[in-house]
């Protein structure tokens, strides 16, 4: 299977994952994005998911990463994954760190305010490129794509994506609020296996 084919540090996070400890109250969140990609598949049509944060720095990524490789792990094809900002900073280095020792293979393509990442979840597949960009940047979809809102700022400040099919409110806590403390590494490591498992579940309900 395709599953076998990933880094095998990623494939034990994944199996380690436990769908059923999600509350009734977030699965019905994740279910309208599932039932999305549900009806896309079934109509055999690519799939662009874009997730959307303020900065585009930390939650939108993570969720960008894990989707890309869940999607591949569940063998569910042509799922495309990007991320975008109300504003472009940067893809926040504890952000990059945390799915390094997840077991993603991280590469910096560029230096500067906002580096360029490539990023691996196998070898024969190609990487995801991470930056920190605006959701309408020219790097992401102009149409048919679902506009995946994972901060309560960006979903309220972003009523409307242009060209989106829908608007899926899916939000995190932000690990912004350990940055500097002793908890820091930890609590991003919790909100990434969060948006992990929570994506896989969505994988599931979603593939054929």
């Not at 084919?5 to 599932?34: G, Y």
């Not at 939108?60 to 990007?82: D, E, M, P, R």
């Not at 990487?127 to 994972?150: H, L, Q, Y």
């Amino acid at each position: 299977m395709t599953k076998q084919l990933m880094f095998q540090a990623i494939e034990q996070t994944i199996s380690s994952l436990n769908t059923d400890a999600i509350s009734s109250e977030r699965k019905a969140i994740l279910n309208p994005l599932a039932a999305y990609l549900r009806e896309k598949i079934a109509q055999n049509e690519p799939v662009a998911l874009n997730f959307i944060c303020t900065h585009n720095s930390r939650r939108s990524h993570l969720s960008q990463v894990w989707a890309q490789t869940l999607a591949f792990y569940s063998g569910i094809k042509n799922v495309n994954c990007y991320s975008g900002g109300t504003e472009a900073t940067a893809l926040f280095p504890m952000a990059a760190e945390t799915l390094k020792d997840l077991g993603f293979q991280i590469d910096a393509l560029s230096n500067g305010k906002n580096p360029v990442y490539s990023i691996k979840y196998a070898d024969n597949t190609p990487p995801i490129i991470g930056f920190s960009k605006t959701f309408d940047d020219p790097f992401n979809p102009k149409s048919n794509f679902a506009a995946i809102m994972t901060c309560s700022s960006a979903d309220e400040g972003c009523p409307f994506v242009s060209g989106s099919d829908g608007r899926f409110p899916i939000t995190y806590e932000d690990p912004k609020a350990f940055d500097n403390t002793p908890f820091q590494k930890d609590k991003y490591r919790e909100r990434s296996l969060q948006i992990a498992t929570e994506l896989l579940y969505v994988m599931i309900q979603a593939a054929p």
